[in-house]
């Protein structure tokens, strides 16, 4: 019986060998990766999901994460962005800080911005609502190196201890470089799951010392109540960080800053409490109408001015609120 099945594939593959070339060769084609990131629209998704507070309370209407559909270019989807409306095609470099950088450079930082954006959601939400909040442990990531300076740091490496010393916050560690005398230092990293001690150059940009890395942080926080999170692999980036903390502190708090509305937003949330800008800004605003939001709370600034347009041209049916920090936006869903 195998034999028989084994002379009809052989004679098949005999026979067709040129057709199956062919599909091998399509396939290939179309799946060829090229270096664009193609965005294919957006939505908006409760958060509810995502963000929980122990024992928190309910609101009657929704706080709604607002993103955009990103998928990583191959052939097809680059040449279909040509042809389907609303398809947009981003370079992959507009996401690099140097050419050496791959995909697994920016998705590293982009999972790291989400850490760092909830974070600073979780210190934001629980100032605003006078709940207990403390830092149990900052780690400190290079997320960039550059050409112009001579150093064997990698993106992804985590920084344990500088010249012999940890520190608990990235500037205690760039204060100490101030005080270092000598030309070359060295730095025990976490890189690849392995403890390594690298002697690395310091250089001097303007009046500071410095490595010629770009570093970002991330606390971990131990709160009461406790709150968790629960996002999906695909939503990193730090775009979440205004409704995160929205939602964190809506739920620490009896007032519900809702008002039975379903409020869609974007923007970062950054240590100093301010809201900053993102990118693709138009395709969030239109997520939130085709999602039924009621509400758009937006950046204010280029964002604000970026989605006030789309909204008299397309003549879309949201309110626009442009916020400028955390307490700013908190202040304006009281009032509405």
């Known amino acids: ?14 026979s067709e060998y040129k057709f199956i070339i062919f599909l091998i060769v399509f396939y290939i084609f179309c799946a060829w990766p090229v270096n664009y990131y193609i965005i294919i629209g957006g939505g908006i998704s409760d958060i509810g999901s995502r963000v929980v507070v122990e024992d928190g309370y309910q609101s009657k209407g929704s706080f709604n994460l607002s993103y955009v559909s990103e998928l990583k270019g191959t052939t097809v989807s680059y040449l279909l962005s040509y042809v389907m409306p609303n398809w947009k095609r981003v370079s992959m470099d507009d996401y690099k800080y140097t050419t050496e950088e791959d995909y697994e450079d920016i998705e590293f930082r982009s999972d790291l911005d ?15 609502a006078n709940k207990p ?7 400190i990531y290079v997320i960039a190196t550059s050409s112009e300076y001579d150093n064997p740091l990698e993106v992804g490496d985590q920084l344990l201890m500088v010249d012999g010393k940890s520190f608990s916050t990235l500037k205690e560690y760039q204060d100490y470089l101030q005080n270092f005398d000598k030309e070359r230092i060295t730095v025990k990293v976490m ?13 001097q940009n303007g009046e500071r010392k410095v490595l010629g890395v770009v570093l970002q942080s991330a606390s971990t926080y131990q709160t009461d109540p406790e709150v968790t999170f629960d996002f999906e692999a695909n939503e990193s980036g730090p775009s ?14 009896k007032k519900d800053l809702t008002k039975k509305l379903d409020i869609a937003g974007t923007g970062t949330i950054e240590s100093d409490g301010s809201i900053g800008q993102i990118g ?17 709370l937006v950046p ?15 003549n879309l049916d949201i309110k626009l609120i442009p916020v400028k920090t955390i307490y700013d936006a908190v202040e304006k869903l009281e009032r509405l």
């Not at 989400?114 to 605003?128: F, G, M, P, T, V």
């Not at 979440?240 to 708090?253: M, P």
């Not at 204010?300 to 397309?314: I, L, R």
């Open 1 to 14: 019986m195998f034999k028989k099945v084994y002379e009809k594939i052989k004679s098949f593959i005999k």
């Open 191 to 203: 890189r690849d799951e392995k403890e390594v001690e690298i002697s690395c150059k310091l250089h």
């Open 280 to 296: 693709e800004v138009e395709y969030k605003l239109l997520g939130a109408v085709r999602g039924g939001a009621d509400v758009f």
């Open 240 to 253: 979440a960080g205004l409704i995160t903390t929205l939602s964190i502190y809506d739920q620490l708090t």
């Open 114 to 128: 989400l850490r760092y954006s909830n974070s600073n959601a979780i210190y934001y939400a629980y100032q605003l």
């Open 133 to 139: 909040c403390k830092v149990l442990e900052t780690e």
């Open 300 to 314: 204010a600034g280029e964002n604000y001015q970026t989605c006030k347009k789309v909204k008299k041209e397309d």
